[in-house]
């Protein structure tokens, strides 16, 4: 009979084996100023995010734990379920607001959707992994059907911000695995030439917002409201901001969603241009570290991974950042680590917990 011993040390060892301290600590500052800002902005949801944040760090920690070998396995089950959960819902979802994006599963309701913003990476970058040796322009085409696939269904749900982020996981993919500046070029003038199409595919609400963008004064009081409101909120911070809880346009309800996807209005105007510089360091330190995985990775599959993982963060604060500043039209892209909710923090988290995974096994050789 064994002898079972507790032995709070080797316990700990073992908790935290996975996890790089650096870029925990760099998320760590990130949360804390996170949670600050929304206590200002929506004190009552805080209990909510401190349990949404409780599950994205149980994520972390596991996906920290699945080495990069067996992620490349779950590559394709993942893409494939993915994408037939996607056409599941265009077939059978949930209709809210005029948007396909809901499975009812019976016990729970699932957006499919945010799957591939992890699935889409894992698959491509196994997909070049496999072709290493010769990359040939068929290849190249597989890859972007394997991109636009996705992408197309979700954008149909319709769902333009979540079909951004998926596009972009996948671009930054194919962009790191070697395309040609000269096929980059030929692709940005083909999406430029095709742009008076794609305004016809739009809704109507979609083109109401890039109308909107160009001119929020047109309706001040309606559609263009969202946009005044929030850049008059970042504006008026100026240098030190107007102080924590203190935000006029916070707290006389002008900002919308300012616990989610406007809540860069709230800390730009209570905290100033020296908050939001402050927000930029720590994402670029994120970034920064997310990068230097990238760049110790032993495989081809781990580099391109964690690349696009990293790329994704910077993404999701340039197109946040940008639509609360009206230079993007608004997409409904919550702001990293910061916006309230629980689908995206465990999202993100999971990425987070990919790049501690390849950080911890950079030194092994993978087949």
């Given at each position: 009979m064994t002898e079972f011993a507790f032995r709070p040390r080797e316990w700990w060892q073992k908790l935290v084996a996975p996890i790089d301290p650096a870029l925990l600590a760099m998320l760590a500052l990130l949360i804390v100023y996170a949670l600050l800002?929304?206590?200002?902005?929506?004190?009552?949801?805080?209990?909510?995010?401190?349990?949404?944040?409780?599950?994205?760090?149980?994520?972390?920690?596991?996906?920290?734990?699945?080495?990069?070998?067996r992620l490349m396995h779950l590559a394709v089950p993942l893409y494939v379920a993915g994408v037939l959960l996607l056409v599941a819902v265009a077939l059978f979802g949930d209709v809210t607001k005029g948007a396909r994006r809901w499975l009812n599963l019976g016990f729970m309701r699932a957006q499919p959707s945010e799957l591939m913003k992890i699935a889409m990476p894992l698959m491509l970058a196994w997909y070049f992994q496999k072709h290493e040796a010769m990359l040939r322009l068929r290849d190249w085409a597989v890859a972007v059907l394997i991109?636009?696939?996705?992408?197309?269904?979700?954008?149909?749900?319709?769902?333009?911000?979540?079909?951004?982020?998926?596009?972009?996981?996948?671009?930054?993919?194919?962009?790191?695995?070697?395309?040609?500046?000269?096929?980059?070029?030929a692709m940005l003038v083909a999406g430029l030439a095709s742009l008076p199409l794609a305004w016809t595919l739009l809704h109507d609400y979609q083109r109401?917002?890039?109308?909107?963008?160009?001119?929020?004064?047109?309706?001040?009081?309606?559609?263009?409201?969202?946009?005044?409101?929030?850049?008059?909120?970042?504006?008026?911070?100026?240098?030190?901001?107007?102080?924590?809880?203190?935000?006029?346009?916070?707290?006389?309800?002008?900002?919308?969603?300012?616990?989610?996807?406007?809540?860069?209005?709230?800390?730009?105007?209570?905290?100033?241009?020296?908050?939001?510089?402050?927000?930029?360091?720590?994402?670029?330190?994120?970034?920064?570290?997310?990068?230097?995985?990238?760049?110790?990775?032993?495989?081809?599959?781990?580099?391109?991974?964690?690349?696009?993982?990293?790329?994704?963060?910077?993404?999701?604060?340039?197109?946040?950042?940008?639509?609360?500043?009206?230079?993007?039209?608004?997409?409904g892209v919550p702001l990293p680590f910061v916006s309230y909710g629980g689908t995206a923090l465990v999202t993100l988290f999971l990425g987070v917990g990919i790049l501690m995974s390849i950080h911890r096994n950079r030194m092994l050789v993978q087949k």
């Open positions: 800002v929304l206590t200002s902005a929506s004190p009552e949801r805080l209990g909510n995010q401190a349990i949404n944040l409780a599950a994205a760090l149980v994520a972390m920690r596991l996906a920290a734990q699945v080495p990069p070998q991109l636009l696939l996705p992408v197309a269904l979700i954008a149909r749900q319709p769902d333009l911000g979540t079909a951004v982020l998926v596009f972009a996981a996948g671009f930054f993919v194919i962009f790191l695995a070697g395309l040609s500046w000269k096929v980059l070029a109401q917002r890039i109308l909107t963008l160009l001119d929020p004064e047109a309706d001040p009081l309606g559609k263009g409201f969202h946009i005044i409101q929030s850049t008059i909120a970042v504006g008026s911070g100026g240098l030190l901001g107007k102080g924590w809880g203190n935000g006029t346009q916070t707290h006389l309800e002008f900002i919308p969603e300012r616990h989610t996807d406007f809540i860069f209005a709230v800390l730009s105007e209570e905290f100033g241009l020296l908050g939001a510089s402050f927000l930029l360091l720590l994402y670029a330190l994120v970034i920064g570290r997310g990068l230097m995985i990238a760049g110790n990775a032993p495989t081809l599959f781990s580099r391109l991974l964690a690349g696009s993982i990293t790329l994704i963060f910077f993404t999701y604060a340039f197109v946040n950042m940008g639509m609360v500043s009206g230079i993007l039209p608004v997409v």
